[in-house]
């Protein structure tokens, strides 16, 4: 082994000294040399050493851009051709043609579609100017997946102007006039009917923006500063095409009817297939989310029903919404290997440095009915399928939106200082509750939040006893606008504290008198058959002020090593008020859901 190794360091370092005043030029030449060889296993690392070459390398003239050009290329499974000055980046349904500069700047950037005239794309063109290869690279990739058609030249002819067809029809739709909804939500991309849509063009794919998390309309400068820190995340959807195992009769022309006429719920009325010309083909169009939209159980019976078409159960792997929303979370991912096996723990810091923490407890996230998986593309058959579809997945969106609110920051360690403490747990597929104990009581408080559809956030108060019938809606229109349930919470809990009276301190000569009283009851002197003296305790129960919401989050107040011998020796109770054998935790095991509360 040593001799072996010796031998592969002398290689190594004969390489060195032989290529060590070489050119780069020649360097990329001797790469190419062994990129044109046979395919083998071989071909990895050289590919990977000839892209980090380019990456490093500065551009500056012709023909590293065209180095450039042809490794983007290759990389996105398509064609590279030169003729003088003009680069070909080919596929089967499009090409890219790019005119370059002895300087290694681009002239020009033209896209022609199949059959079509080449058409000048600024945005390409933009991208190559600006050296921004890595976003070049990414739009060139969602255009080749727009474009990249299954099946022979003739199916793909046809499944090419099928989906041209369709995305004519969502033109039209998108044309319609929006039903007002919420003055403060009237955007195209929360309520048009097919969101904002894209509409493709040579050098753009046919996509859909239909949700985005609002950040408008709260008033209280506190919380409008934590709501412009969070992250505005746009949801989007590119439309293409894609192979079936069993055919569906696509559209051929359009499907509205000319002039476009509106049912009574606002929406064109579209012709039957079996009307308009039409053709079974092995394919169907599909809804390609970006990013992938963790989905309840229900949802996705949901997307089958709108479609008739199955979303085949081997694509999705099943597991608990809160599991499926962190490991689509940046900010919880990391911390996902801390938590608990059962319960999800998570701290929400908060303007005027608040922190919350939030626990979702697995054994009422993980029952069947709770489940869910990640969706990343959805099987269509006719643009009337479109907007029911993204009403849908709006509806999931907000969903998730409120419930990713809590996991905005990482686990809770022992060392964490919280000053509340919730519980959030499912109360149906579009509900949950938010549990907490009240300020300055012993007594629980329920938040009960309702997600009708993506349009209607309704928060209903248990066991606060406010007798203001105005609190709900409040709540409900912060939690709306917001779409945080920390920043929520958080103004309910300031409310509740500005109505729930302190309990009032005792005068320093009642309390030692009081002290002494208990004293006196609390230790008595008892000799056993032996005459040794045995002390025992009467009134063995915790103090009333066990749990601090203002200290920390996993110790108690008093100090476990002063408790009495007979306590001790009981089963311990977890001092976490909401983790597995907490206090909330226990009244939940022996009450149930919300529903025995109220």
């Known amino acids: 082994m040593k001799a072996n190794a010796l031998v592969m360091k002398s290689i190594i370092s004969d390489l060195h000294l032989k290529f060590a005043e070489k050119t780069w030029k020649e360097t990329f030449q001797l790469v190419r040399r062994c990129m044109d060889k046979p395919k083998d296993a071989s071909r990895v690392p050289l590919l990977r050493s000839l892209e980090r070459l380019q990456e490093v390398v500065n551009?500056?003239?012709m023909n590293t851009m065209r180095s450039r050009l042809e490794m983007i290329a290759k990389q996105q499974g398509m064609g590279f051709h030169i003729t003088e000055a003009t680069c070909y980046l080919t596929a089967d349904m499009f090409y890219l043609?790019?005119?370059?500069?002895?300087c290694g700047g681009v002239e020009e950037v033209k896209v022609a579609p199949h059959g079509g005239y080449p058409v000048p794309s600024e945005s390409f063109l933009r991208l190559l100017r600006l050296k921004q290869f890595t976003e070049f690279a990414m739009k060139l990739a969602d255009l080749f997946t727009q474009y990249n058609i299954p099946g022979d030249n003739d199916q793909k002819l046809k499944l090419f102007a099928s989906l041209q067809f369709?995305?004519?029809?969502?033109?039209?739709?998108s044309?319609?006039?929006?039903?007002?909804?919420?003055?403060?939500?009237?955007d195209m991309i929360n309520n048009g009917r097919v969101g904002c849509l894209i509409a493709g063009k040579a050098d753009c794919p046919l996509a859909i923006q239909f949700y985005s998390t609002p950040t408008d309309g709260m008033k209280t400068s506190d919380l409008q500063e934590e709501m412009t820190d969070r992250e505005m995340v746009v949801q989007a959807a590119m439309v293409t095409v894609d192979v079936s195992d069993v055919p569906h009769k696509l559209q051929t022309a359009s499907v509205i009817q000319q002039p476009p006429q509106l049912d009574p719920q606002g929406y064109p009325v579209f012709l039957p297939l079996s009307e308009m010309p039409s053709e079974m083909l092995p394919a169907c169009f599909h809804l390609k989310l970006q990013p992938a939209i963790p989905m309840m159980c229900s949802f996705v019976d949901k997307l089958r029903q709108i479609t008739d078409v199955v979303i085949a159960d081997v694509d999705l792997q099943w597991a608990a919404l809160p599991k499926l929303l962190m490991s689509s979370?940046?900010?919880?991912?990391?911390?996902m290997e801390t938590l608990d096996e059962q319960d999800a723990i998570f701290t929400a810091p908060l303007p005027g440095s608040v922190m919350h923490s939030y626990i979702l407890p697995g054994a009422a996230w993980e029952v069947p009915a709770q489940r869910g998986a990640v969706v990343d593309s959805i099987p269509f058959t006719h643009p009337a399928h479109v907007p029911a579809l993204l009403e849908l997945l709006r509806h999931q969106c907000v969903i998730n939106t409120l419930l990713r609110s809590c996991m905005t920051s990482q686990c809770t360690g022992t060392g964490s200082e919280c000053d509340q403490h919730f519980e959030v747990r499912p109360e149906s597929d579009t509900s949950f509750s938010v549990t907490f104990q009240g300020p300055h009581t012993d007594s629980l408080v329920v938040l009960l939040v309702?997600?009708?559809d993506s349009h209607q956030?309704?928060?209903t108060l248990f066991g606060a006893d406010i007798g203001d019938p105005s609190m709900d809606e409040n709540l409900s229109t912060i939690m709306k606008k917001s779409m945080s349930i920390p920043l929520a919470l958080r103004t309910l809990y300031l409310k509740l504290e500005e109505i729930t009276p302190a309990p009032l301190s005792a005068s320093p000569e009642a309390t030692t008198e009081a002290e002494n009283d208990q004293s006196a009851s609390t230790t008595t002197a008892a000799t056993d058959t032996n005459g040794a003296l045995t002390t025992f305790s009467q009134n063995a129960a915790l103090p009333e002020d066990?749990?601090?919401l203002s200290g920390s989050a996993c110790y108690a107040n008093s100090d476990k090593s002063e408790l009495l011998p007979e306590i001790n020796t009981s089963p311990a109770v977890s001092p976490y008020p909401f983790a597995p054998g907490g206090v909330f935790s226990h009244w939940m095991t022996n009450n149930g859901h919300l529903s025995e509360l109220i």
Do not use: R
Not at 97 to 102: C, H, M, N, P
Not at 166 to 173: C, P, R, T
């Open 175 to 186: 044309l319609l006039p929006c039903v007002p909804i919420d003055s403060a939500q009237g």
């Open 546 to 548: 066990d749990f601090s």
């Open 166 to 173: 369709l995305g004519k029809d969502l033109e039209q739709i």
């Open 457 to 459: 956030i309704t928060c």
């Open 450 to 452: 309702n997600v009708s």
């Open 97 to 102: 043609e790019v005119v370059l500069l002895l």
């Open 329 to 335: 979370s940046p900010s919880a991912k990391i911390h």
């Open 59 to 61: 551009v500056s003239s």
